[in-house]
């Protein structure tokens, strides 16, 4: 008997080796990543696609006892996140409260704001209060990690304890410390979006597609998180599966922008084309400068200018940005570096122009529609190439 219990104890019902165990612990904390990223994040807090209620109810009790997290409180407190990001009343940016706080301490953070009876109750409307929620899920959030402790335990024995320390560390570290953090500090930015929002790898498997973040955070409502080519998210395959056995339903997507073949009239089609498709102008718009900075540096070198050279090169890194973004020792740069290239002056701005287009909410269907005609018909008579070019693809947006 003796025997027997210590033999339990040591291997569990299943009597897995090692590396079998570590494929289970890998395989469930990825089940909980799709829950968060799927169901809280997708699903609940941005509604961009609605789930089966069977789904629903998977992914609440999965993440109950994996996360002990609950559906309303996380809807809640990344929807303020969105709302007040980057502020003092952001829960949890890396750009007030340190990069170290909130990668080491995000799930600390996490707790403190589920604790603010306002952010629950200004942010959480829409997400479940079913009986379940109000009488197992909310009353013993603790119940559901214990359980899932004990089912480790039993599938593994001792080692199994393991198992689940690495379920409960999982969340914490990667969504509460990484997402939260490096995508808010560190990576690239498809996008320039009003935050600091990054996409840290252009391949979303490990943390479910949530590496890409500023893509996210440009097109906070779509489904799907990827948007270049060569960027995969893996959440939105398993979106995409579960839509084909009717266990999804997408309701939203970022964008793409069509372009019409020999289209030259910029009438009120191309205006609501060119609107929705803002980021992906901006963006397109910023290679452009780029492209326009490459250039002059290069003249710079071969006329043999040196110190203007070495001004431009130090601001190769930030000079596409809006103004809006840059600190105040960039900004007193840039009136050196328009003083021998009134090229480069043109583009930035024409470029503000073209942005303060987005920003007039005022301005009726009418007055936009001349305000982009007059922008195109600008860069169409700048006599620059590249702006003429891309003035003729606006005209093309359909």
């Not at 604790?115 to 079913?130: A, M, Q, V, W, Y």
């Not at 303060?356 to 269907?365: H, K, M």
């Amino acid at each position: 008997m003796l025997n027997s219990l210590l033999d339990f104890l040591a291997h569990g019902f299943l009597r897995f080796s090692w590396w079998q165990i570590v494929l289970f612990a890998l395989a469930v904390t990825h089940v909980t990543i799709i829950g968060v990223t799927v169901y809280l994040h997708r699903c609940q807090a941005h509604r961009a696609l609605d789930l089966h209620p069977a789904a629903s109810h998977f992914f609440r009790l999965w993440l109950w006892m994996t996360t002990g997290m609950l559906t309303g409180q996380w809807a809640s407190i990344h929807r303020k996140h969105h709302a007040k990001c980057e502020t003092e009343e952001d829960p949890h940016s890396p750009q007030t409260r340190g990069i170290w706080k909130v990668l080491l301490e995000g799930a600390e953070l996490y707790r403190a704001e589920a604790k603010n009876e306002e952010t629950l109750r200004r942010f959480g409307h829409g997400t479940p209060n079913d009986w379940m929620e109000r009488n197992v899920y909310t009353r013993y959030p603790i119940l559901g990690v214990s359980i899932m402790m004990v089912i480790d335990v039993a599938l593994f024995g001792v080692v199994g304890l393991s198992v689940w320390a690495v379920q409960m560390v999982w969340i914490p570290f990667w969504a509460a410390g990484v997402v939260n953090g490096l995508a808010h500090f560190w990576g690239y930015r498809n996008f320039n979006s009003a935050d600091a929002s990054t996409n840290i790898f252009p391949w979303g498997i490990i943390i479910g597609g949530e590496e890409l973040h500023n893509n996210h955070h440009t097109f906070a409502t779509s489904a799907k998180l990827s948007n270049k080519w060569y960027e995969f998210d893996i959440g939105w395959m398993y979106i995409r599966m579960m839509s084909a056995v009717g266990l999804a339903k997408v309701k939203k997507v970022a964008p793409t922008p069509r372009l019409a073949d020999r289209k030259l009239v910029l009438d009120q089609e191309t205006l609501q084309a060119v609107l929705s498709n803002r980021y992906e102008v901006m963006a397109r718009y910023a290679k452009t400068v780029k492209r326009a900075y490459r250039q002059e540096l290069a003249r710079l070198k071969e006329i043999g200018s040196r110190e203007k050279y070495q001004l431009m090169r130090g601001a190769r890194n930030w000079f596409h940005k809006e103004e809006a973004g840059l600190d105040e020792p960039q900004k007193r740069q840039l009136p050196e570096i328009f003083a021998d290239s009134q090229t480069l002056r043109t583009f930035i701005e024409l470029r503000n122009d073209l942005s303060a287009i987005w920003e007039r909410s005022n301005a009726s269907r009418e007055q936009l529609l001349v305000q982009l005609q007059d922008w195109c018909h600008r860069a169409e008579q700048s006599g620059i190439k590249a702006l003429q070019e891309f003035a003729m693809r606006l005209r093309r947006y359909a």
